[in-house]
């Protein structure tokens, strides 16, 4: 009976050990958490530049952070083998570098042929902001031993402590320097991009994107100025639970 129970004891350990081994994520990262269906938390810091001829002297830079579900386990064939991920971010910290320039504001006057403008003031400079990004569609590509490529579509809202970007640039007329030219502090963040996780373990993964993103207000504004292209690169980190 003592030989039976310590059979029975044996076998329990080896269920409890070989349950251990299948919830453990393999060495390599990438194949276990293709198939987790498991949650990805991350900070970022991202920047980059205007690319168009226009915006070519803007910068950016921001820095928050990154929260992502797998909701798929492993689909697709060959190198497009991969996972669907739904993902938002949200950086409380955003600033965009722009030129300065003097500007006037402007408004009509009983005479039909001319205007009464302020003196010069300067506008531009530095703005600072808040973004998220509440839809973020990723493709994991998951065959990868431990680099796991990924590329995206995304949308988000922005918000800036001023009328974003600074308009009224050129000749000084109502258009440029009216009462109704001005931008707005609301404006919208459709982006695309690709990038790469690096596993440094299991669980944790050493982050690298570049990002495509537009800035308009759908003229929320009287103006919509925006950005039609920028290029911003980011480096992250991220755990996987």
Known sequence: MQAV???VA???VGLTVAAGAQMRPTTDGVPALANARGWEYGAIFQGGKGVTDDRDDFKF???????????????GRSVLQGNFEYAAEIFPYWQSDTPRFDRRTCVPTANPLAIS???LYTVGGTFHGVTVTPI????NFTRGHRLMPWAQAAGGVLWTNHKYPAYGQGPVNLVNNGPNADASVWNFTPQGGVGV?????PRQSLDLGANGVHISSASLGDRNPGVNASVQFSIGYSWWK
């Open 117 to 119: 403008c302020s003196p």
């Open 136 to 139: 973020i569609l990723r493709w």
């Open 197 to 201: 996780h690096y596993f440094l373990n």
């Open 10 to 12: 044996a076998l329990r």
């Open 5 to 7: 129970w310590k059979c």
């Open 61 to 75: 830079f921001m820095a928050g952070g990154h929260v992502g579900k797998v909701l798929t386990g492993q689909m």
